[in-house]
């Protein structure tokens, strides 16, 4: 075993050894010959629709192939905000700019909303707001920060600033940026501890949760919906797909029209605490303006650092490549921590879309909340209880994100084999980025930016 790994390394989420999957409902229960709603996956959207739908008085059961949070939402970085993945300029240009501003809106309230329903629920999850760091990879990106800063502050109404690079220095112990921008209301929490919160509170309002019994077709017939299992079939009035990444060729309407895409992470030995907060002073969690988005944290007890990103061109890396190649990032950052051992690593998949939005919608009796683009914490939180919402008939459930249709792409089965090249290449151009922006001229000192 290479030096990089702990003895103790275990290839699984470090979030497991607070809060184990072994622990969730295990055997599948005897399922109920009908339900009035079926939901698809208990992740995150999965039960935040049953927990609505459950206190709304319907019967709900709730269906996971494997164990509930097992999917992404218990392997997250856990970073918390009210920004869309889908850049300001690029969603302008799609939808124009009214419908672009008012998702950006609806995102920054979606982040409001889930601020307070963990507070409202006492979902005990280690949520703290200690603010964003988006490390500015190039000066030009630099200054692309200052002129979103503005976007942010004046249209959004999402508090930020930017730091230049001596700004940095009361944030984080690194040479590597040319600034940041900072969100100070953006946070973390611990990604399995808000899935128990949500799982237990959908338990405690009536939804029926069978772990470990895959759904391998939908039949609409007479008005309802056969769902079936391995273990029998159910009819329910409507079903829910929130099963994002991991949506499978078994609802080959959407299997078409989602991009899984593998995440990864890592978790370093224990450091001492005052190492931990000599590199990030002020707490917050790090990301940074690379193609190739890699983030950074402290973990809740504040004892190890935390580091994710796509550690592989390609999906199912097993851990110990993971662990290595996650290290690099993290002593690209701080490198002092270039002897640091790492003692957990694991990977995800997120779903992405083609239009890169987060997305709810209808077709028939089946429901889907799908597409979180890699930011599904508080968007799959929120769309799930949205879709809840309105499928339980509340008249105010209006949002942006069920919009018509999920946009295909000709020649997409479901299969990305797109992904391992994209990486690379996007891996490439950061680096050529990197090196063009240190041979362009500094600007004069005392020089500002736009
Ligand atoms: C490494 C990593 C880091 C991330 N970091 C962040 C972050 O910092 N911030 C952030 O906001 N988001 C982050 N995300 C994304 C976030 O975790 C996801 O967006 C979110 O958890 C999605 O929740 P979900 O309920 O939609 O899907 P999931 O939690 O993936 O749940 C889908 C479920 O569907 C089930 N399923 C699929 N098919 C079937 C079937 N046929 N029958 C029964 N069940 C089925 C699966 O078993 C799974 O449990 C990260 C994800 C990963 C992997």
Same mark, same amino acid.
């Given at each position: ?17 607070m809060?184990?999957?072994?622990? /969730? ?16 996956g208990?992740?995150?959207?999965g039960?935040?629709? +049953? ?10 059961l ?15 970085? &856990?970073?918390?905000?009210g ?19 008012? @998702? ?14 963990? /507070? ?8 703290r ?11 030009? $990106?630099?200054? #692309?920060?200052?002129?979103?800063? *503005? ?7 999402? $508090? ?7 700004g @940095? ?22 990604? +399995? ?18 772990a470990?019994?895959?759904?391998? #077709? ?11 299992t ?14 994002? +990444? %991991? ?16 995440? %990864? ?36 007890? &504040? ?19 993971? *662990? /290595?190649?996650?290290?690099?990032? @993290? ?9 640091? /051992? ?8 997120? *779903? ?24 599904g914490?508080?968007?799959?939180? %929120?769309?799930?209880t ?6 339980? &008939? ?17 020649? %997409? ?10 990486? @690379? ?12 922006? *240190? ?7 005392? +020089?500002?930016?736009?």
């Open positions: 075993m290479s030096e990089v790994l702990a003895e103790d390394f275990r290839g699984e989420p470090y979030w497991w050894e809060s184990p999957r072994a622990g /969730r409902p295990a055997a599948p229960p005897p399922l109920p010959a009908r339900a009035d709603v079926a939901i698809v208990a992740g995150y959207a039960l935040a629709a +049953a927990l609505v739908l459950a206190r709304a008085g319907r019967g709900v709730v269906l996971d192939a494997g164990p509930p949070g097992g999917g992404a939402s218990s392997r997250s970085v &856990g970073m918390t905000g920004r869309l993945r889908q850049g300001a300029a690029a969603l302008t240009k799609a939808l124009g700019p009214g419908p672009a501003l008012a @998702l950006m809106r609806e995102a920054a309230g979606a982040y409001r909303w889930f601020l307070d329903f963990v /507070r409202a629920e006492a979902i005990d999850c280690d949520l707001q200690s603010g964003r760091l988006v490390g500015a990879w190039t000066r030009r $990106d630099l200054e #692309a920060q200052r002129r979103l800063a *503005a976007m942010l502050t004046e249209r959004i109404g999402i $508090d930020c600033h930017v730091v230049d690079r001596a @940095l220095r009361p944030e984080i112990a690194s040479d590597l940026y040319h600034g940041a921008l900072v969100l100070p209301q953006d946070g973390g929490l611990h990604p +399995a501890r808000l899935h128990d919160g949500l799982l237990q509170r959908a338990l405690a309002a009536g939804a029926t949760v069978a470990f019994t895959p759904v391998t #077709a939908l039949a609409e017939e007479s008005g309802e919906v056969r769902v079936l391995p273990a029998g079939a159910v009819t329910a009035r409507e079903v829910v797909l929130a099963t994002n +990444a %991991y949506t499978g060729p078994a609802f080959p309407w959407h299997h078409r029209r989602v991009i899984p895409v593998g995440s %990864y992470m890592a978790a370093t030995e224990p450091l001492s605490p005052t190492r931990v907060a000599r590199l990030l002073p002020a707490g917050r969690l790090v990301n940074d303006t690379r193609r190739l988005a890699y983030a950074i944290r402290i973990s809740p007890d &504040g004892t190890r650092l935390l580091v994710g990103g796509r550690a592989s061109a390609r999906d199912h890396a097993r851990p110990p490549q993971v *662990a /290595r190649s996650l290290h690099r990032v @993290l002593a690209g950052v701080f490198p002092e921590l270039a002897a640091a /051992r790492m003692s957990h690593a694991w990977g995800g998949m997120v *779903a992405f879309t083609f239009d890169r939005l987060p997305n709810i919608g209808t077709r028939g009796r089946v429901h889907h909340v799908l597409g979180c683009n890699g930011s914490v508080v968007m799959s939180t %929120y769309l799930g949205m879709l809840g919402r309105r499928i339980a &008939g509340a008249a105010d459930a209006v949002t942006g994100f069920a919009r018509d249709g999920l946009p295909g792409a000709p020649l %997409y089965g479901g299969r990305p084999w797109f992904m391992s090249p994209v990486s @690379l290449w996007y891996g490439l151009r950061d680096r050529a980025d990197r090196m063009i922006d *240190a041979a362009r001229p500094s600007p004069p000192r005392g +020089a500002s930016t736009p």
